[in-house]
């Protein structure tokens, strides 16, 4: 009997500390820039290669020494946290308390029915061939206008289809949600277009390293269990 309630204690504490654990196999680092602007700043994503589901992303200040940690989930999972820059590249594993997330509401999840996917020719860069798709307002003209609505036109590397599409934008994650007809592989350059066809802002891939990094979220803060 005894040994009976050491075993159920012991069950007890490891669901009290139980956590959700989420894995990022890759890196990415883009380079963007709005084209009103001649200052280029860089992204970086921890990405698992094999979800369209999660993503997490860093902001940093100029000169400053701690960036910030912004993770999604798309089914239900936010969070920001702040960590110094060389403790970010030395960690395996991020873990978040749970005064630090929050439960991700898909409130523009209706959008996604103003938009659609158009495939367009494919684009060379360098003589190399690459998947060209827009995400494109079908709502009127004149809404456009009134809403200065943009395009989003998305080149794909045909080489990278390992990777599922990394949907960091809700709208884009909610359209293929929808639509499921992007072809996998790496986003080589994201740019937006107004309605001039004018470009003014553009994205691009600057290099894909290997990760083996990990996040973890408290199991009671853990929201994607939770009705939609």
């Known amino acids: ?73 798309h089914n239900g999972i936010s969070s920001v946290s702040r960590i110094a820059i060389q403790d970010f590249y030395k960690a395996e594993v991020f ?14 999840k209706n959008k996604a029915n103003d938009y659609a996917f158009v495939k ?47 949907l960091y934008n809700p709208l884009f994650y909610n359209l293929y949600s929808k639509t499921p007809i992007l072809p996998n592989g790496l986003f080589k350059i994201i740019y937006y277009t107004n309605l001039k066809g004018e470009i003014t802002f553009k994205q691009e891939l600057l290099n894909v390293v290997k990760s083996d990094k990990y996040l973890t979220i408290p199991e009671e803060c853990d929201y994607t269990k939770s009705p939609k």
Do not use: W
């Not at 075993?7 to 009103?36: M, N, P, R, T």
């Not at 995400?135 to 989003?152: D, E, G, L, P, T």
């Open 120 to 166: 367009h020719n494919d684009t060379l860069i360098n003589d190399v061939s690459y998947y060209h798709y827009e995400i494109k307002s079908i709502k009127s003209i004149k809404y456009q206008k009134r809403k200065k609505i943009q395009s989003a036109h998305l080149i794909i590397d045909k080489n990278s289809q390992e990777f599922t599409p990394l």
């Open 1 to 73: 009997m005894k040994r009976f309630f050491l075993l159920l204690l012991c069950f007890v504490g490891v669901l009290g500390y139980s956590q959700k654990k989420y894995h990022f196999d890759y890196a990415l680092l883009y380079e963007y820039s709005f084209i009103d602007s001649k200052t280029k700043k860089s992204n970086l994503y921890l990405i698992n290669s094999k979800s369209i589901n999660y993503y997490l992303g860093e902001s940093r200040d100029k000169d400053s020494i701690n960036m910030n940690l912004i993770f999604l989930d």
């Open 95 to 108: 873990s978040n308390e749970c005064n630090s997330v929050v439960k991700h509401t898909n409130q523009y």
